[in-house]
């Protein structure tokens, strides 16, 4: 029977009623009422079959096949207000805290929020179709301070589940307020807990149905809010507590109060009442009752006996405090550092007198981070043995936020610091290195100066090296990018691998099935993999295997892995592991610093690591280490799969142009603010041929250009003070559009020319030598040259 009962179900129910009215009868010997009951079973019976026959699309609901994948999703927190939506956009599910948080089984994104939070909140939900994940921060509804998490889920993936977590500290009373007029005030309700909150002058604020039905005879919560609750009690002369609406034969409660206000404040309480005459056979004891009403709240709350001992501790204190499932610490103290046991234990001895105020205190729990928390100390009574009210927040994803925050923060800053250091040494050893190629033309191989010069020369360049190592951090050094092959680029490498390792290190390669392609430098890339190989290298001193390992990975694979920095995609990852002693787990967040290393003095730069992340990150990948103590190290690179545009197949690499001559003719601009850079520069050229007019900055510059009635190349430096090179060469190819320009600086290539966004400019990277400042004028000569033949 369809939407309704089947003919056995119809069957069973008629002969119970039939039974029930014959034992009525015969204990009564009354028809009449016999009568009567049978005619009300017949009434119900007839209503529940209509209204199971007018609404049958809600009993086929019932009995649709559940997506457990889906629904495990769903029940994964239980402080976390969720919903399920499917493709076609309707609510599939949500629990009891997204009614109560949204004010109703809302279907998302269209909840009721705050200013553009709607919107923000549907560009999510675009971007987990798209994605597979999205994240909305500082969300509002009210006071309540949201974060919404959509993902993408199903075992068709076919539907989003949406989370939202309270992103500041809750505002208790307003929590209560929400808990009690939503599903948890009616379970408590029909847990016999009848549950109100009052203001601090005695008013009704809320209260479940419970007890309104006792203390008012109806359940309208708008009709009696703001009512005296003190005139819904009274007692006896024997001090029992009854409702005052219940007249004479009214049932005896008892009275549990809860202070929501600080110690030293008059703020609302929370009142829960049970009956006192319900038998120990019937029900639990007072504190059962009130341990149902701690489960069922979002923040962390614990009860303490006058002797200092844990009686009960709801879940969310149990994570906060990072306590094991099973196991109730005796007392709080076991719950802190050495340190802080004393004064968590003195706050809880004053508060245990059974006076109702309190006091927060900041302790360090044992076991997790030194970052403070704040725990709450409220003394009580009417509990029963409880004497004290633990509340502590469960802050660990804030704390885990927060160092991340300040790690970033940290890393951002030294690699601005790195890339400025950088760009200021790059002009010195520019300097340096021209210096020593006008001399080295002055003198040949036998000098006595020749080989102090060459000395000096070889110095600078391993000085540049570190500028570039430095660049690679602050992720600003130019890459040259082509479609490569991790195995290839290995191949590559492994005959420099096997010198590096020696004979006491084993190398061990494999390469997975299906490795898709990936963009990057193959120079850079190299020094990725000599990095990390080195770095095994020098933790096994005493010999060991290296496995160098590739392989693909999906993104379904990425989204098991749960991490929220690497985001859904396809990936070909490279692993590079060790036999080694490990990493210790303090060293570990630290590795990839700069300058930070743990080898002796005069073994290494504490760049190797560095350099690595910021090769990785500027190819728009991600590096991961891990470690265990005595069992060896691992690093993994993961670099996103490269899609080519439509089928079309990847563009072959261009081939290298020829040697430029360092020889020519023409009249070279230079405008350069470094004195010494700009000396070099200017003889460098006039010994090549040309004739050279130097400015010291921007303005002289355009000064010089003004007065010049012909000009072949224009030579600039690019951070100038006042005007800086891109806006001298704009003013100058306003009057001359197709002049040529070369630009050179100490900073990337690439980055320059995001900002600079001009047409047919040449670029050198600084240090550079003689020769390289010749062969790039000569080629920046030759490209203007042939853009002037083609029309261009």
């Known amino acids: ?62 009995a ?282 003195d706050m809880i001895r004053r508060h245990s007198s059974g006076q109702q105020v309190g006091g927060d205190l900041s302790i360090r729990l044992a076991g997790q981070s030194d970052d403070p928390v704040s725990m709450r100390v409220v003394g009580v009574r009417g509990l029963g043995e409880a004497a004290v009210l633990l509340s502590l927040k469960d802050s660990s994803e804030e704390s885990r936020l927060k160092r991340q925050v300040a790690q970033q923060s940290k890393m951002q800053a030294v690699g601005q610091l790195a890339g400025g250091v950088a760009h200021d040494f790059n002009n010195i ?79 061990v390669v494999h390469h997975g099935r299906g490795l898709g392609a990936v963009r990057a430098d193959p120079v850079q890339l190299e020094q990725v993999i000599i990095n990390l190989a080195v770095n095994a290298r020098d933790a096994m001193p005493g010999g060991g295997t290296m496995t160098i390992e590739t392989f693909p990975v999906s993104t379904a694979e990425v989204r098991v892995m749960g991490s929220e920095i690497m985001p859904p995609a396809d990936y070909s990852a490279l692993r590079i592991s060790d036999t080694g002693s490990g990493i210790p787990a303090d060293v570990l967040p630290k590795i990839f610093e700069p300058f930070f290393t743990t080898k002796d003095v005069g073994k290494g730069t504490g760049l190797g690591l560095s350099t690595v992340y910021g090769i990785v990150k500027q190819s728009a990948g991600f590096i991961f280490a891990d470690s265990k103590p005595g069992k060896g190290a691992s690093f993994t690179v993961y670099l996103p799969v490269h899609r080519a545009a439509g089928d079309a197949p990847a563009l072959p690499v261009p081939a290298a142009r020829p040697k430029k001559s360092q020889w020519g003719t023409g009249t070279i601009l230079l405008v350069e603010d470094e004195d010494m850079v700009r000396a070099v520069a200017e003889r460098a050229l006039v010994r090549a041929g040309y004739n050279v007019v130097a400015a010291q900055q921007g303005e002289e510059g355009l000064e010089r250009f003004d007065a010049m009635d012909k000009i072949d190349l224009v030579v600039s430096d690019v951070v100038m003070p006042v005007m800086d090179g891109p806006a001298m060469v704009r003013a100058m190819r306003a009057k001359k559009p197709d002049l040529p320009i070369l630009f ?15 047409d047919h400019v040449a670029f050198l990277p600084k240090p550079f030598s003689v020769a390289q400042l010749a062969e790039a004028v000569s080629a920046a000569l030759d490209d203007a040259a042939h853009r002037n033949s083609d029309g261009g």
């Open 1 to 62: 029977m369809p939407g309704g009962l089947s003919r056995v179900d119809l069957a069973l129910v008629a002969g119970l009623a039939l039974v029930s009215v014959a034992l009525l009868f015969w204990a009564t010997r009354d028809a009449v009422l016999a009568g009567g009951f049978l005619a009300g079973l017949a009434v119900a019976a007839g209503g529940l079959l209509f209204v199971r026959r007018l609404f049958p699309a809600a009993a086929a609901a019932e």
């Open 64 to 345: 649709a096949a559940t997506d457990w994948t889906m629904l495990r999703q769903a029940v994964a927190h239980d402080d976390v207000a969720i919903a399920v939506t499917d493709r076609g956009g309707r609510l599939v599910c949500a629990n009891d805290l997204f009614a109560t948080w949204m004010g109703g089984f809302v279907t998302p994104p269209g909840l009721p929020l705050d200013g553009a939070g709607a919107e923000r909140l549907k560009d999510a939900g675009r971007g987990a179709w798209r994605d597979g994940e999205g994240v909305v921060e500082d969300l509002a509804i009210g006071a309540l301070r949201l974060r919404a998490q959509v993902t993408r889920t199903g075992q068709a993936e076919d539907y989003l589940v949406w989370r939202f977590a309270a992103q500041e500290r809750l505002d208790l009373a307003g929590e209560i307020v929400r808990h009690l007029e939503g599903p948890a005030g009616r379970t408590l309700g029909e847990a016999g807990v009848m549950a109100a909150l009052v203001s601090a002058e005695g008013r009704l604020r809320v209260a479940n149905q419970a007890f309104l039905l006792r203390a008012l005879g109806e359940a309208d919560q708008a009709h009696y809010a703001g009512r005296d609750a003190a005139q819904m009690l009274r007692l006896d002369d024997a001090g029992a507590l009854y409702f005052t609406n219940e007249g004479d034969r009214a049932t005896p409660v008892r009275l549990i109060q809860v202070p929501l206000a600080p110690a030293d404040s008059v703020g609302p309480m929370l009142l829960a009442l049970i009956d006192e005459d319900i038998g120990p056979a019937d029900r639990g004891t007072a504190q059962s009752y009130v341990e149902t009403l701690l489960s069922l709240l979002p923040f962390g709350l614990a009860m303490v006996d006058r002797d200092g001992r844990f009686l009960y501790m709801n879940r969310a204190f149990k994570r906060a405090a990072g306590v094991a499932e099973g196991r109730l610490p005796r007392y709080p103290g076991d719950l802190v550092v050495g340190e802080d046991k004393g004064p968590l234990a």
């Open 429 to 507: 050893l520019t300097a340096v290195l021209g210096s020593c190629d006008l001399m080295l033309m002055r003198h040949t191989p036998g000098d006595s100066d020749y080989d102090d010069i060459q000395q000096i020369r070889s110095n600078a360049n391993r000085a540049a090296s570190l500028t570039r190592q430095l660049l690679a951090f602050s992720r600003q050094q130019t890459l040259r990018p082509q479609i490569l092959q991790l195995p290839d680029v290995i191949s590559e490498v492994s005959h420099l691998l096997k010198r590096l390792m020696g004979d006491t290190v084993e190398l």
């Open 744 to 758: 050179m600086s100490g900073y990337a290539e690439e980055q320059l020319r995001q900002s600079i966004d001009i």
